[in-house]
């Protein structure tokens, strides 16, 4: 049967074929679909979780591994780096049954802080490196990576991006089988890594890498496509696909395995052709290694390591290098300049009440991952800092701990991502006497990613009930012993209580108690808001709130300043419209 | 259709369905027997973002992305989205505009604002340009979600796929029970646009 999936999707139904039994994943653009993938659809035969970070969804997934079960853990790139601690001494231990670390990589940053390219962890753990190029690989090398973990006793990275992950293509499905491993078996020497087995080990490791250089040599992974000889490409993932389009007669090398590299196939490919050009995203991750060898060819100053890949680029560095004649570009047309778009918090959404308050506190706020990082964006613009995952609660202890900045400063991260790496950030503040103010803006789902469940919302990926953590006892029981929950939509209340924690010599945490309008259901709202423009004398207040909801009418003041309306279809009935108009023309609809 | 591969680009705004009918288009051509590929970034759109949704499909497609000047049609949802992505379309393709505003919030800050007469300048620029309200085509079929296979139904027009195919395509992914609304609606679109 052909489907039409996903690379995502079709990764999923490669675990599933292919006898994966264990996945974990903290959620991540652009790799949140296979997990949601393999809960939707393979649950009975995939044990799925959402892990608390990717730290944890590593290591869970090792300790399946050495249970003698297959494993993946997928995380998008910076989640590699959470969980670069466990990965690179893994390296050295190997694994039980087969191991698949996933790291979805975005270049161009379409969803992340970032555009690192992850390949390099490859070659820093010395472990091998496998990418598709399309859907259906991303379903076939899944065999591969298994089978490559399993004989050569490693991890294998799986590295996509987002153009594999969210692209979708036909896929030929197959029927699962299943590979039969024993259970965890004492091995000291193999699984507690003390310095007298881990040198053992590292030596294991570099004799590993050069059985996987051979293996490169020969592995169907790489495949070479003869062609016109005037010049060979050197590719791999989706900048194969874009290299195809545009040189479809020129003779390939196309790598499925990246790391370690296939040598001795690429110096015969290179006596081949007389030229050898290098087409791959983000960083010379090839090329460097290919030039370490003594054989010269050219890629990252036709294709810069800027941004991703697509056809017009690589069709304008083929050109650049004199692979195609000026005659093939396409004629390049003027781009009209129309308004940005830029993703806003939605209409409803809870994070807008706090940040409102927070506005009129007069602090630095430093921020986290979640939705509530568009507030640094006009009209809002509270957020001033957003660097990892966690790290708010960190850089506001730091700023304060310094004691050159006269105004305060708070930290706002959401409840998975408190879950996720901010509890040891607030047990620091706690124990080295910082004062500071957190808010945790408990929305009670994670949301950006589009609505995962996590330790706080007492439901697992594979829909049963479970505990929910109490973020007030958690927090009381790290040492906060001020903590106040606050209505966001109630602006009066939520204003006198963060001032009141913002003074206090003390450190505190308030958390906001309004759950997300998206997930897990859209809210339905008990009741709207719309304008009496009679009453509206266009002063602007609810423009200034950001809600997309509220947009310019067609009626203007004397001034010709536009008064307000609000879209009906999109209103949720939060109030906080109503609260800041100081005319009341904003009122509720009647039935 | 360059190299026997037909590029369509989708464009419109988040949570107007965008992804939905790419995702039918897809569909259609892979039961005509084509390869078919499609690629659109998800994340921000859902929080009112630009939606763009690329579909390729011909005999072999190999990359996910229509090349910019190589689009053989574009399905505009809103109409400054349709101006945005006009650029994208090769010479001589064709441009299908649905008449629906949807004013960003950032117009409210003065900064910016919603561009005048956008259907005129589209025009100026593409000789084979269909303006369509598939809104007001909707509400007469008394539903204004429909909107969606409305548009499919006007983009079939330009391409070389099957009616019989897009109706078999729309009765299994349509909502539960609304298969013979939509396929109405498919009609109705496919029609209003001759």
Known sequence: MEMLLSGNEAFARGVYEHGGEFASAYPGTPSTEILETLARQ????????????????????????????????????????????????????????????????????????????????????SIPVLEPADSQESLDFVKDAFEISEKFDTPVLFRV??????????????????????????????????????????????????ALKRFAETTHLNTVEMGDTKVGVISGSVAYQYAKEVLPGASFLK???????????IIDFASKVDRLIVVEELEPFYEEQILAVGIPCEGKKFFSNFMELNVERVREGFIEA???????????????????????????????????????????????IGCYTLAAL?????????????????????????KKTKKKTVAVIGDSTFLHSGITGLANVVYNRGTQTTIIVDNRITAMTGG????????????????AIDLVQLVKALGVEHVRTVDPFDQKTTLAVLKEEIERDAPSVVITTKPCVLFPSKLKPATKFHVLLEKCTACGACFRIGCPAITASSEKNEKGRAKSQIDLELCTGCTLCFQVCPEEAIQELKK | MKDGTTNVLIVGVGGQGVLLASEMLCQVAKTMGLDAKKSEVHGMSQRGGVVTSHVRFGKKVHSPLIEEGAADVILAFEVAEGLRWVHYLKPGGTIIVNEQRIVPPIATTGKFSYPDKVEDTIKARVPHTTVIDAFEIGKKLGNTKLVNTILLGVL???????????????????????????????????QAAK
């Open chain 1, 322 to 368: 004199g692979a195609l004649p000026k005659s093939t570009a396409l004629p390049k047309q003027a781009q009209e300049n129309v308004l940005p778009r830029p993703p806003a918090l939605c209409p409803g959404c809870p994070h807008r009440g706090l940040m409102m308050a927070l506005k009129k506190c007069g602090v630095n706020i430093t921020g986290d």
């Open chain 2, 156 to 190: 079939s027009n330009d391409l070389d796929l099957e009616e019989s195919k897009w109706l078999e395509v729309i009765e299994k992914m349509a909502p539960k029970g609304t298969g013979e609304i939509n396929k109405k609606a498919f009609i109705e679109g496919r």
């Open chain 1, 378 to 402: 006009p009209p809002l613009e509270t957020i001033d800092t957003c660097l990892c995952m966690g790290a708010s609660i960190n850089h506001a202890f730091g700023i304060e701990k310094a």
């Open chain 1, 255 to 265: 790598l499925g395995l990246s790391y370690p590299l296939p040598m001795n196939k």
């Open chain 1, 452 to 467: 995962q469940d996590h330790p706080g919302t007492s439901k697992t990926l594979m829909g049963e009930p479970t505990h």
């Open chain 1, 42 to 125: 393979c649950k009975a035969d995939v044990y799925c979780e959402w892990s608390i970070n990717e730290k944890v969804a590593l290591e869970v997934a090792v300790g399946a591994s050495w249970g003698g079960a297959r494993a993946i853990a997928a995380m998008k790139h910076v989640g590699v780096n959470v969980a670069a601690d466990p990965l690179m001494t893994l390296a050295y231990t190997g694994v039980g049954a087969g191991l698949i670390l996933v790291s979805a990589d975005d270049p161009s940053l379409h969803s992340s802080q970032n555009e690192q390219d992850n390949r390099f962890y490859g070659k820093f753990a």
């Open chain 1, 161 to 210: 991006t987002t153009r594999i992950a969210h692209s979708k293509g036909l896929v030929k499905l197959g029927e699962r089988r299943t590979v039969e491993h024993a259970g965890f078996e004492k091995n000291i020497a193999k699984y507690v890594m003390m310095p007298v087995f881990a040198i053992v080990r590292h030596k294991m490791v570099i004799e590993r890498l050069e």
